[in-house]
C-alpha cells in the first residue's frame, strides 16, 4: 500500500511522537471543517466568510503540492485566524481550554472524523494532494523542533473546529448518577432508622409499662388495713382468681404480691364462703385473714317446725339481713324451684342452716326446698306423691303438739280418711283465716265454706301444706301408730298432753278438761 495509504490497525494520526516523520500523516477529510486547515490552492485566499462550512473544490494535481516555503510566503504572517463563528456562524460555545497534544492520552483523544470513501480515492489517483504537503510540512518542523505546534509562526493557523467533549462530559454525566446512588443508599438507611424508631418507640409506648411492672416488685399495702369489707369465694376458684377478687375489692394494692405467697406455699388453700376483711390490706395480712376461722362470715337461720311461710320469710329476714320484700320476690315462682304446688309452702323445711355472707334470698330458698326434697327422696317417697305426704305431714305438724304424739296423730287422721270422715281440724281453718295466733275456733269459722282449707267443711286433706313439716311428721305419715282412734284433743298446750279417744263420749269428756285449762289460762283465749 503507498504512501498515502494506512494499513487497518495501524494507529491513528497524531498518536505517534511528533518528531518521527518516517510516517506520514494522512488526516481523514471529514464532512466538517478539521481542526486546522487544509492548506489552500496556489491563489491567495481571502479569510473565509462563508457562515456554513464548504468543502473546496479538489484542484489539479499541479496545483495540490505546494512547498512548506511557498505556503508561508503565500500566507501573510498577519493574517488573522478564523474563529468559530466565521465558520459556522454560531458564537464560540463553552468547551474547555484545549490541551497540548503531548498531554492528550490515546483514550482521550476524540476520534477522528472519518473522510468518505470517495475522496480518498480520487486523491491517491490525481497524486500528491494538500493533505500530503501538510505531513511534509509537519514533518519539517517537527524535526527541526521537536516540540513545535501547528500554530507557530511559520505558518498560520486554520480556524479551529469545537473539539468533543466526550471524554470529560462523559465523566460528569457518570458523577451525578454516582452521587444520586449515594444519595438514595442514604435516604433509604435514614428511612429504615425512622421505621424502626417509630417501631420500637410505639411498642415501648404500649407494652413499655407491662415490661417495667412485669419485673419490677409488686405494689403492697402494709399492716392489716382500715374500714370493713365482706368478700366472697366461690365454690371451685383458683388462687388467681381469689387474688383478683381481693385487688378489685380493695383489700390488696397487687394481685402479684398475693399470688407470690400462694406460689411460695403451694399448700395453702381456701373454703368457700364470705370473709370478712379490711380495706388496703398488705398481702400477708389477707392471707392470714383468710385462713383464720373467725373471719368468715356465717349467717345462721333457724326456721322451726310448723312455720308457715309468712313466718319463714320474716324470720329469714331478721336473721340475714335481706329485706322481706327481696324474699317475698324471690319465691314468686315456684316452679323455679321445681315445686309441685302454686306456692312454696311446706316445702321450706324448717331446720337450722348455715349461710355465707352475700348469699342470696333465692339461694336461701333453694336450699331449703333441697333439704324437703333430700327428706322425701331418703325416705323412698314416690315423686308423685310428694306434694300429697308434705300436705299430711303439715296437718300432723301443726296439730300433734309433742313430737311423741305425731304417730298417734297420724293414725287418728288416717283412720278418719280410710272411713271417709271429716278430718275437722281447727289448725286448717286457722290457716285459711290467716289467724296464727289462737289455738280454738268458733262455730261460725267452723261453718264458713269460704275457706278452701276447712276441714270441717271440705273432706279429705286439706288443699295444700299449711305450714313447714320436719322429719318426725314425715316419718308419722309414713309410719303412722297402731290404733283405733278417731279423736284427740290437747288438755294441756303447756305440757303437750293429749288424750285419744275411740268413742265421741270419751272425747267430750276430755274436751270439758281442756276448756277448764283456758279459763285457768285466759291469755290463750277461748
Known sequence: ???????????????????????????????????????????????????????????????REPTRASEAERTPASQPEPTFEDIFGTPTPDAPEPELPRAESRRSRPSEPVASEHATSSSRQDGPSAVDALADAVGASTSQTPWATATSASAPESPRAPRERAPRPEKARKAPRQR??????????VALVAILAAVFGGGWLLFGPAIIDRFAEPADYEGAGTGEVVVRIEQGWTGAQVA???????????????????????????????YRLALEMSAQAALDALQDESSRVVLQVTIPEGFVIQQVFARLAEQTGIAEAD??????????YGVPGSTLEGWLFP???????????????????????????????????WQEVVTFASLVEREGGPTTNFPQVARVFQNRLDIGMLLQSDATVHYGIGDFGVITTTDEERADANNPYNTYVYAGLPVGPIGAPGDAAIDAVLSPAEGDWLYFVTVDPSTGETVFSNTLAE?????????QWLRDNPEYGS
Open 1 to 63: 500500500m503507498g504512501r498515502r495509504g494506512r494499513p487497518p490497525g495501524t494507529p491513528e494520526p497524531g498518536s505517534e511522537p511528533f518528531g518521527d516523520a518516517s510516517e506520514p500523516i494522512e488526516p481523514a477529510v471529514p464532512p466538517t471543517p478539521p481542526l486546522r486547515s487544509t492548506p489552500a490552492p496556489e491563489e491567495p485566499v481571502d479569510p473565509p466568510t462563508v457562515k456554513q462550512p464548504v468543502v473546496p473544490e479538489r484542484p489539479a494535481a499541479s496545483e
Open 351 to 385: 331446720a337450722t342452716y348455715t349461710f355465707d355472707g352475700g348469699t342470696t334470698a333465692q339461694q336461701m330458698l333453694q336450699a331449703m326446698v333441697d333439704r324437703m326434697r333430700q327428706a322425701l327422696t331418703d325416705r323412698g317417697v314416690p315423686q308423685d306423691q
Open 180 to 189: 444520586s446512588g449515594r444519595r438514595g443508599g442514604i435516604v433509604i438507611i
Open 507 to 515: 272425747h267430750n269428756q276430755a274436751v270439758l278438761r281442756f276448756q
Open 327 to 336: 324474699i317475698v320476690q324471690a319465691a314468686s315462682d315456684p316452679s323455679a
Open 244 to 274: 383478683t377478687m381481693l385487688e378489685e375489692e380493695g383489700v390488696i394494692a397487687d394481685q402479684e404480691a398475693f399470688y407470690d405467697l400462694l406460689v411460695a406455699d403451694p399448700s395453702i388453700g381456701f373454703q368457700p364462703g364470705s
